[in-house]
């Protein structure tokens, strides 16, 4: 076989303007602001990926990420594209950390990989096509209107709502009980924490919400403190979900030898894309962890290649892939499509997704050949 190469990337700045700003207990966010990255190749396919920076989580910005991507290019071209495994330790052993960066030309790989082989993504990967039910996600605000926005969210045709959380004991229990007495006590609900407890407070907290019928918490403590987590996993009445705390396989190996949890979240921009998200659910799945896939705030573009990761492997059981509801504007084409709480995937080859033209011409580029 002809070795292909890469001959041209093209870089992106995605600005998106939220319908209203999103606030969870790390702070605040008022738009999209992430990067594309285009990958052409000399035999004709090119690859798409995105990443979504989100300062508070991963330290990226839009501005460290653009310019982290263009080294990154430059160090990819003339090389063989499916060769994904060579290439992503190539720039593992050029930048360290940046996992959203990488997330970006991880995904637009695969992208090239599946095309390549003419199969959807999920298919290259040897999975099924098969429905995946995402929840709905309420950010922080007063209980009246979080209980306000899961009817609205329900009107929608959600089926799960992930309720933000963190602020403090009272706050938190008031904010559960409103959408309960809202929502009734049918309806599947999920928190996140987003670090905002410490120990005792997330033990207290947890205990007292747990006649809501509550799924899973994630994230209740500090990302660093996993022996905190450990310690709230086994007082908590209610199942445990690793986020922040979880970027790498190495993470989930230390988080699953500790007994720290029961679920973890895989996210695309932690991970660095599809490949250590693959190695993340394989170590869930030996321990018997099941895994969700989440999303910062990215685009159709992102969210689709979550989705055919959901779909490869029977072990992620749960999608947070509502990120696409932030915006007003939807600049994709193809790609997974939302219909109430479900998502369903192309059988186009590759992730199926694309930017509009029109939107991505009014976006700032650069081109590295
Ligand atoms: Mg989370």
Known sequence: MNSPKIVRID?????????????????????????????????????????SPYWFIAGETQAISFEASKAIATLLLGKNPLEIESRLNEIDAFIVHNSTT???????????????????????????????????????????????KALEYVS??????????????????????????????????QLDA??????????STLQDLAKYKINFCEEPVAHWNNKALKRVHELSPIPIMADESIFDHHDALRLAEMGACDY????????????TGLKINA?????????????????????????????????????????????????????????????????TPGHGADFDPLFLNKMEKITIE
């Open 156 to 189: 929608e045709g959600a089926c799960s709502l992930k309720v933000k959380l963190g602020t403090n004991h009272d706050d938190d229990v008031r904010r559960i009980q409103a959408i309960r007495e809202a929502v009734g006590m049918e309806l599947s609900i």
């Open 194 to 203: 987003n670090q905002g407890w410490d120990t005792v407070t997330a033990i």
């Open 283 to 347: 170590i869930g799945e030996a321990a018997g962890i099941p895994c969700m896939v989440g999303g910062m705030f990215e685009t159709r573009v992102g969210i689709s290649a979550g989705a055919h990761l959901i779909a490869a492997r029977s072990n992620i059981i749960f999608a947070d892939l509502d990120t696409v509801h932030h915006y007003a504007e939807d600049p994709v084409i193809g790609g997974a499509v939302f219909d109430g709480c479900k998502v369903s995937i192309p059988e």
């Open 102 to 148: 990488k997330s970006a030309f991880d995904i637009a790989l695969y992208d090239i990989l599946a095309k390549h082989a003419g199969l959807p993504l999920y298919a290259l990967l040897g999975g099924q096509n098969r429905e995946i039910i995402t929840d709905f996600t309420i950010g922080i605000d007063t209980p009246q209107k979080m209980a306000q």
């Open 264 to 275: 973890f979240n895989i996210k695309l921009a932690k991970s660095g894309g599809i490949h």
């Open 11 to 51: 870089l992106h700045k995605i600005n998106l303007d939220f319908i209203t700003p999103f606030k969870i207990a790390l702070g605040e966010a008022r738009r999209g602001e992430g990067i594309a990255v285009r990958i052409f190749t000399d035999i004709g396919i090119t690859g798409l990926g995105e990443g």
